[in-house]
C-alpha cells in the first residue's frame, strides 16, 4: 500500500485557480454551496487516476476536452500544473493543451525528498508513470518510480451515485473479481464473498452489523456462485429477517444499496491510503447520516479519508479542524480549514452544521 497525501498544489485547474501546498490530514471534510469547488477537488483525483490507468486522452474527450478542465479557459490559462507530496516522495505534471483540445503532458516528473526533479516523461499524450515504476534505484531494486506509482495509484475515488437498476452494483460479477474494492462497487458481490469466505470474517460481520442499524430487516448476504459458461458468477442477493427467500439486488430501495457500498468502502480490511468519497449522504435517511459519519471517523484511524458534502447533518459529527470549508472568491474556489479557536465562542451554543447553516462559517452560496 502506498503514502497518504501530506500537500498538494494545483494551479489553473477548473475553477481552482491557485492552491498551493495545502496540507490535508489524516480526516478531510469538504463543505461549501453548489458550484463552490468542492467536486472540482474531487475532479483532479479522477484526473489523476486516468493518467496512472493510461486512459487520460479518452477521459479528457469524454469530459468536452481540454478547455473545459482550463480556469476561465485557454485564454487565461495556458498552463494546468499540479504536485502531490506523500511520504518521501513528489509527483508533479504540467498539461498543456493542443489546437484539438486535447492535452499533452507537457512535464511529468518524480522526486525523493532529499533528491533533485527526475524527468520522467515530457510532450507525452498520456503519463509514463506506469512505465518507470520498474526502474531499478541506484542503490536498490526499487527506484523512486516504483513508490511514486505505488502510492498514486492506490489512492482511489468512491463514486456510488448510480443506483439504477441496470447500475452495476446491482449485476452479477465474475467470483475473482474480489481482490479490492471498484470505484463504482461493480464487483461489491464478489469482494463481499472474498470477505465472508477469507481471512476477513470478523470484517464482514462488521459490515453486516452496520447494514442492519440502518435496514432492521435486514439479515444477511446470500453469496452463491453461478456457473456461466466457463466462469462463476455473484449477484448481491440478500434475505430479510425471518424469511429465507431470496431478495434480489433490485429489491434493494437507491439509499439502501448505497448505504450497502458505503459501509463496505469505508470497513473493509485494507483500504486504499486515501479514500475519497463526492456526497456520501446522498439519499440517506437522517438517521443513517449519523451512522455514516460514525463510519467515516473510524476509517480515519486506519487510512486517510477526504469527503465533500453539503450535510450540516453529517458535519455535526466532526471536529471543527476537521473541516475545510471551500468559497468562491473574484471566481476562483478558495480553501480554508477551520480552526477552532475561530468558533469557540459560537460552539458553546451551536454546532457546527448549525454554524454553517447560519452562515457564521462561509459555505453558502456566493453572488459575484
Known sequence: MGNPLDK??????KSIRELEDFELKQLNVLIGGNGAGKSNFVEIFRLLRAMVDQTFANFILTRGGADDFLFNGPKVTKIIDAQFKFGLNDYAFELEPTAAEKFIIKTEKIKYKLGSWNYIGNSDFESRLPKVKDDTGLTANRGVGYYVYEAVSDWTIYHFH???ANSPMRRS????DN?????????????LLGLMNGHFKRRYQEIIDAIRLVTPFFDDFILEPVQKGEKETVKLSWKQKGSDYPMQPYHFSDGTIRFICLATALLQPIPPSTVIIDEPELGLHPSAISILAELIQD???RTQIIVATQSPALIDHFSVEDVIVVNR????????????KDLNVWLETYSV???WSKNVIAGGPVYE
Open 299 to 301: 476509517a480515519s484511524k
Open 162 to 164: 448510480d443506483t439504477s
Open 329 to 340: 472568491k473574484d471566481g476562483a474556489s478558495t480553501f480554508e480549514r477551520l480552526q477552532e
Open 353 to 355: 452544521g448549525e454554524l
Open 179 to 191: 481482490r479490492r474494492l471498484r470505484s463504482d462497487a461493480a464487483n461489491i458481490a464478489p469482494f
Open 8 to 13: 498538494l498544489t494545483i494551479k489553473g485547474f
Open 173 to 176: 460479477e465474475i467470483v475473482e
